[in-house]
C-alpha cells in the first residue's frame, strides 16, 4: 500500500498534463487541417489519433508501473524484437506516399520504426550503463555504433531518412552523456563527413530532390511550392492568427499540403499567430525540461540514459519540424511531437514518457 502510494506521490504530472493538453490542442488542428476532406484516409484522422492517443495512454502507465531495469535486463529480447519488425516491413511492409514501405499491417497499421527509436533507447542505455566508466575506449564506442548500425540501416533503406537520423541523435546523446571524448567526437564528425556523399547517393530521388530545392529552391518550383506556402502560413497568421479553422487562408483553401502531418506547425501559425505557436514550443520546451529533471533524479546510469534518449528525440524532432516549416532545413517528413498526425508516432512518444515516469517513481533518494 505505501509502495502505491508513493508510486502516485513521485508521478511526475506537469510532464503528464503537459504531453495530454499538446495531444488535445493537436486533435484540434489536425480536425481543422483535415475538414472536410473528401478522402477517407484524411476523414478518419482525427479519430485514428484519438484511438492511439488512449492506447498510448495506457502503454505510458503500464511502462511507468513496470520497472525499467527488468526491460534494461531484457535488452537482447527487446533488440531481436526490433530487428524482426523492421525485416517484416521489408519483406511485407505496407508501400505509403513515394513508394516508401515502412509500415506492417496488423488489422491497424504500425510503423516499426517508430517503435524501435523506443526500443533502442532501452537497448543501447544498457550496453552503456554496463560500460559507460570504460567510454573512453574506441572498442566500447565501436560497439555502441554497431548496435545501432543494423536497425538504422533497415530504417535507412525503407526508404526513411529522417527516422534514421533520428536513430543516429539517439545514439549521439547517449554516448555524449555517457561521457564521450573530444577527441572521439572529432573522429566521429571525420567520419559523417567522409560518409555523407555516399549516403547521398544511395537516397531516392524525391530525398535527393527535398535537399536539392533547400539548397536551389528555383530548381524544382513544384518541390519548393509547399514550402512557399508554408511561409504564407506563418507570415499571414500574424500575432494572433485568423481564428481556429479560419475559412480564409492557406490551410482552408487547400494550398497547403499534408498540412495535417508535416506542416501542421504552418497550420498552427495560421490560426493562432505568434502567440499560439510560441505557447506550443512554451508546452514542448517543459516537457523536455521534465526529462531532464528525470534524468538528473534517476537512480542509475540507465534510467540517466532512457531520459536522455526520450529528450533527444523530442527534441530535435521539434527543432526539424519547425525548421523545415520556417523552410531553413529541408523537409524531412518529421513529426510534430504530440501535435502531428501520426499514430504510431504518438504511441512511440507515449511509450517513451512511460518510460520517463518509471524513472521519476524510482528517483533515488
Not at 7 to 20: P, Q, S
Request: aromatic share 12%.
Amino acid at each position: 500500500m505505501r509502495q502505491q502510494g508513493s508510486f502516485w506521490r513521485n508521478f511526475d504530472w506537469i510532464l503528464f498534463f503537459t504531453v495530454g493538453a499538446l495531444i488535445i490542442f493537436g486533435l484540434l488542428m489536425i480536425s481543422s487541417a483535415t475538414y472536410g476532406a473528401i478522402d477517407d484516409e484524411l476523414r478518419t484522422r482525427v479519430a485514428d489519433q484519438v484511438t492511439y492517443a488512449f492506447i498510448g495512454m495506457g502503454v505510458m502507465f503500464a511502462l511507468a508501473s513496470f520497472d525499467y531495469k527488468l526491460l534494461g535486463g531484457m535488452h537482447v529480447w527487446l533488440y531481436l524484437i526490433m530487428v524482426i519488425l523492421l525485416l517484416l516491413v521489408r519483406f511485407l511492409g505496407v508501400e505509403g506516399d513515394a513508394g516508401a514501405q515502412r509500415w506492417i499491417n496488423f488489422g491497424i497499421r504500425i510503423q516499426p520504426s517508430e517503435i524501435g527509436k523506443i526500443l533502442i533507447i532501452v537497448t543501447l542505455g544498457q550496453y552503456l550503463a554496463s560500460r559507460y566508466q570504460r567510454i573512453g575506449e574506441l572498442r566500447v564506442i565501436g560497439g555502441s555504433l554497431l548496435h545501432l548500425s543494423l536497425p538504422a540501416g533497415l530504417v535507412f533503406i525503407q526508404p526513411n531518412l529522417g527516422t534514421t537520423i533520428v536513430f543516429g541523435v539517439i545514439w549521439f546523446s547517449l554516448v555524449w552523456a555517457a561521457g564521450l571524448k573530444i577527441k572521439h567526437i572529432l573522429i566521429f564528425l571525420v567520419i559523417l563527413m567522409i560518409a555523407a556523399p555516399i549516403v547521398y547517393s544511395q537516397m531516392q530521388p524525391y530525398q535527393r530532390s527535398r535537399i536539392d530545392t533547400f539548397l536551389n529552391p528555383e530548381s524544382n518550383p513544384e518541390t519548393y511550392f509547399n514550402i512557399r506556402q508554408a511561409a504564407i502560413s506563418i507570415g499571414s497568421g500574424g500575432v494572433l492568427g485568423k481564428g481556429y479553422a479560419a475559412p480564409s487562408g492557406q490551410n482552408r483553401l487547400r494550398f497547403l499540403r499534408v498540412r495535417h502531418t508535416d506542416f501542421i506547425f504552418s497550420v498552427i501559425s495560421e490560426e493562432f499567430g505568434m502567440v499560439g505557436s510560441l505557447s506550443v514550443m512554451v508546452l514542448i520546451a517543459v516537457v523536455v525540461m521534465r526529462i531532464i529533471r528525470a534524468a538528473s533524479l534517476s537512480a542509475d546510469a540507465l534510467g540517466t540514459f532512457i531520459c536522455y534518449g526520450v529528450a533527444a528525440i523530442i527534441f530535435f524532432q521539434t527543432f526539424v519540424s519547425l525548421g523545415m516549416n520556417l523552410g531553413i532545413l529541408p523537409v524531412t517528413g518529421l513529426t510534430l511531437p504530440f501535435v502531428s498526425s501520426g499514430g504510431t508516432s504518438l504511441l512511440s512518444l507515449l511509450a517513451g514518457i512511460g518510460l520517463v515516469e518509471g524513472v521519476v517513481v524510482r528517483r533515488k533518494r
